[in-house]
């Protein structure tokens, strides 16, 4: 049973609106949570990250939003870029469990021009 | 340049026939781990080492084995490759500290015949 969970396995944006990618969790105990993108023949990059003492955190484009009661939370990209196209995994941990992610299957944004 | 590189990055082999996929990060980090892959499934944690010489099972460690007998290597072996091998690989680095991220090789795309 997947412990993260990400519903959407793509989604097509227009350039220039909103990218919404959502993440779904059952594991009560996960404290930290990220998003990592992905491009073709390369590795996940870090994108950004919230801890659960928090509901919100932003850099620059990219918006993270935290839900706990929900289990819940979601990847803003305003406006959408072409070069955002990717595959967008969540991950999650324990925060007394280290690096031990656990990811999502992802999610493919197309943001067309 | 901080980076984390995997080698071979293509790589087609016949059951049975061990293997051995390298890593190795210049970073200093503590934290080094491997994941697999697969469509639909996201990336699955395969081993892990939270230090030289301390290496623990992920998720999905069987059929694989590790070493860490320096702290930039964690090659990954696999003893006796079988078809349900075929995966993507991507080996992983980060401080312990689990609010950091984990930077991530650029993956070696592994078939086994």
């Known amino acids: 049973d997947q412990q993260v969970k990400q519903n959407s396995p793509s989604l097509s944006v227009q350039e220039g609106r909103i990218s919404i990618l959502n993440c779904d969790y059952t594991?009560?105990?996960?404290?930290?949570f990220l998003w990592y993108k992905k491009y073709p023949a390369e590795g996940p990059t870090f994108l950004i990250s919230i801890s659960s003492i928090k509901d919100k955190n932003e850099d620059g484009r990219f918006t993270v939003f935290l839900n706990k009661s929900a289990k819940h939370l979601s990847l803003h990209i305003v406006p959408s870029q072409p070069g955002d196209s990717a595959v967008y995994f969540c991950?999650?941990?324990?925060?007394?469990?280290?690096?031990?992610?656990?990811f999502g299957p992802g999610t493919r944004l197309s943001v067309l021009p | 340049e901080a980076q984390v590189t995997q080698n071979p990055r293509y790589l087609i082999t016949v059951t049975g026939k061990k293997l051995t996929v390298t890593c190795s990060q210049n970073?200093?980090?503590?934290?080094m781990s491997w994941y697999r892959q697969d469509p639909g499934l996201g990336l699955r944690q395969i081993y892990y080492s939270m230090n030289v010489e301390v290496t623990d099972k992920g998720d999905v460690p069987e059929g694989y084995k590790v070493s860490r007998k320096e702290k930039r290597n964690f090659p990954l072996i696999l003893e006796s490759p079988s078809p349900n091998q075929t995966s993507l690989y991507f080996c992983?680095?980060?401080?312990?500290?689990?609010?950091?991220?984990?930077?991530f090789g650029q993956g070696t795309r592994l078939t086994v015949v």
């Open positions: 991950a999650a941990t324990p925060d007394n469990y280290g690096q031990n992610f656990v």
């Open positions: 992983a680095s980060s401080l312990w500290d689990p609010n950091t991220e984990a930077f």
């Open positions: 594991n009560s105990m996960f404290d930290y």
């Open positions: 970073m200093n980090h503590e934290y």
